[in-house]
């Protein structure tokens, strides 16, 4: 296996055009101001943007509800800028990913407006329509308690249409191969002009069938096997990202079981069992999840995330588990959302405790996958609660202490920005965090670079290393002759243990500190006792630091390991 897949050993980092910098004056962040930043992002080190949905769009849904596919929303520049943008990232060696959403349209969109306009117009069979309501239009929706049913009355059409999401977001019917062809054609637009790949929205969604009569949706994986091999005939190492909540036994059907589907995946399954762990200092059910989804591809993926934009979504653990994760990160109602998850930003779930925030992000970053970090948590911004939904979380970008945090000179932002509390700009912004060597900013700058040193995560084999104390965490990572091992203690107090590194030979009797001088010797039975303060980690290379000289081309040579 060649090792130079960029997606495998990377740091990426999520973003919206219109919150992270204005360069005109006019209240909403732009492809001109976030070109201006883009030193900023190479100096964090990350090695990939994603960028959220930009295109026109009324912007009911934060642009995940698209009336263009082939443009950019004139609020945040013209297709001139994105391309500036790309050129820019490129320039930086950042690669640079688009939302892919094409589960459903705006219904402000031309198709969706010839569709309505009568049962013979050309893009009618684009959406999902039904004469009757049916039976199924009080299921399955996404958004309890905000949104009222899956199929809506629409006057025009004088017809039912499907909408998993809001009742502004018609589905399209993806099983038509017109619709089909388009959406290889949207991706085609995209990489010509400088995208190496999508986050692609909703995709259990989108490959399922739909319709008034489909009782159970089944998914139809063959479809991502058709965009895979599109995107990678167009360019060679282009990626697609998929948002996929699904469980563990199903992942396969998405990577492919010859990796020729999604090249990566968020892992949702190990993002709800992390945050339990930190909320319970039980590691056992984050060990479990870390095995239900370790089967994948040699060439797969899995991006692994504490926060996006959207709500941490719970509704994989226990009742019990959610409400320990409640208790501790949500404890009041407007917290929470949707009967299943939490919509806060990272920092203020965990208190703005400085070793808690490490600890997650240490997780993060060591856990088998590719971190990706959503803007502003490098500083440990906060949420704005009176905001409706999921906007508490997607305030603008906090620069300094300038007015509305450097982020536009006009008088009104697009969203406000947080100006009061202990999470208000004039305490938190990058400026300030920039010239202090001690700061959140700075200790993530540490992070990633060290994190982009240890292919051996996005690459090697791991295993769980059993201590006797659940609060702790050991995992070793082997790959091509060389192991890692990183230590977690999860709970709010020092913990002391030992274990064994489980490689044969001498090298497992020192585990060199990666973060600092704290190096650990094992004792006489070969075992290392460390003792760890609260909510400690330890980042260790095993044997020593000559691992450059030892690594071998291919695994397996010289393993010293005795499984
Ligand atoms: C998932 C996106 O992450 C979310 O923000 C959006 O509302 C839905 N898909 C609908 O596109
Ligand atoms: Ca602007």
């Known amino acids: 296996m060649i090792d130079d897949l960029w997606y495998k050993n990377g740091v990426f980092y999520c973003l919206s055009v219109g919150t992270y910098m204005d360069a005109n004056g006019d209240g909403i962040g732009d492809f001109k101001g976030l070109l201006r930043r883009l030193d900023y992002l190479h100096g964090l080190g990350v090695t990939a943007i994603w960028l959220m949905p930009f295109q026109p769009s009324p912007g009911k849904d934060d642009g995940y509800d698209i009336s ?51 049962p013979d117009s050309r893009h009618r069979d684009w959406y999902v329509w039904a004469n009757k309501r049916p039976a199924s239009a009080s299921k399955g929706m996404v958004f309890p308690g905000v949104q009222k049913s899956t199929w809506t009355h629409d006057k025009e059409a004088k017809a039912w249409f499907f909408h998993r999401f809001y009742d502004f977001q018609p589905d399209l019917n993806t099983s038509n191969p017109y619709v089909q062809a388009e959406i290889l054609k949207i991706m085609g637009f995209w990489i010509q002009l400088g995208v190496s790949g999508f986050r692609m929205d909703a995709v259990p969604f989108v490959i399922s069938t739909k319709g ?58 190990v993002n709800q069992n992390l945050f339990y762990a930190m909320a319970s200092a039980d590691s056992r059910p984050l060990a479990k999840a870390l095995k239900a989804t370790k089967p994948r591809p040699a060439s797969a993926q899995w991006g692994l995330f504490l926060r996006n934009h ?31 998850g939490i919509r806060r930003r990272l920092a ?29 948590d490098e500083i440990g911004m906060g949420d704005n609660l009176d905001l409706p939904e999921r906007n508490c979380a997607r305030t603008p970008m906090q620069w300094s202490t300038e007015p509305h945090a450097g982020f536009t000179e006009s008088e009104k932002p697009c969203s406000p920005v947080i100006d009061e509390g202990p999470y208000g700009y004039e305490h938190i912004n990058v400026a300030q965090q920039r010239r202090d060597p001690n700061s959140m900013l700075n200790w993530t700058e540490r992070i990633i670079r060290m994190r982009k040193e240890v292919p051996e995560i996005g690459w090697g084999d791991f295993r769980v290393i059993a201590t006797r104390d659940p609060a702790v965490l050991v995992i070793r ?16 107090k020092p913990r002391e243990v030992s274990f064994s590194v489980g490689v044969a030979g001498d090298d497992g009797k020192h585990l060199i500190n990666l973060l600092s001088e704290k190096h650990s010797e094992a004792h006489d039975r070969g075992k290392h006792s460390l003792m760890l303060e609260a909510y400690g980690y330890r980042w260790y290379r095993v044997g020593g630091l000559d691992y450059l000289l030892k690594r071998t081309d291919i695994d397996g040579v010289n393993a010293n390991h005795p499984e």
């Open 310 to 340: 959207d709500e941490l979504d719970l509704g994989r653990l226990t009742k019990v588990q959610q409400a320990v994760v409640f208790k501790n990160f949500a404890p009041d109602k407007n917290m929470q959302l949707y009967d299943r």
């Open 68 to 118: 263009d596919y082939y443009g950019v929303d004139p609020r945040y520049g013209t297709l001139g800028d994105f391309v500036e943008f790309t050129h820019g990232c490129q320039q930086r060696g950042i690669r640079v990913i688009i939302d892919l959403v094409v589960n459903h349209t705006s219904d402000a969109h031309p198709w969706f407006r010839d569709a309505r306009s009568s």
């Open 348 to 376: 203020p779930m965990l208190g703005g405790d400085r070793r808690r925030l490490e600890l997650a992000y240490s997780l993060m970053c060591t856990l088998p996958g590719t971190p990706v970090i959503r803007y502003g």
């Open 212 to 269: 008034a009569k489909v009782r159970t949706p089944v998914e139809q994986y063959d479809m991502l096997r058709t965009l895979r091999e599109f995107l990678q005939w167009r360019q060679g190492n282009a990626i697609i990202l998929a948002e996929a909540n699904v469980l563990p036994e199903t992942d396969m059907e998405y990577f492919g079981k010859d990796g020729d589907r999604m090249h990566m995946m968020f892992n949702f399954h």
């Open 477 to 492: 990572y082997d790959w091509r002759n060389n192991s890692v091992l990183f230590v977690h203690n999860l709970d709010e």
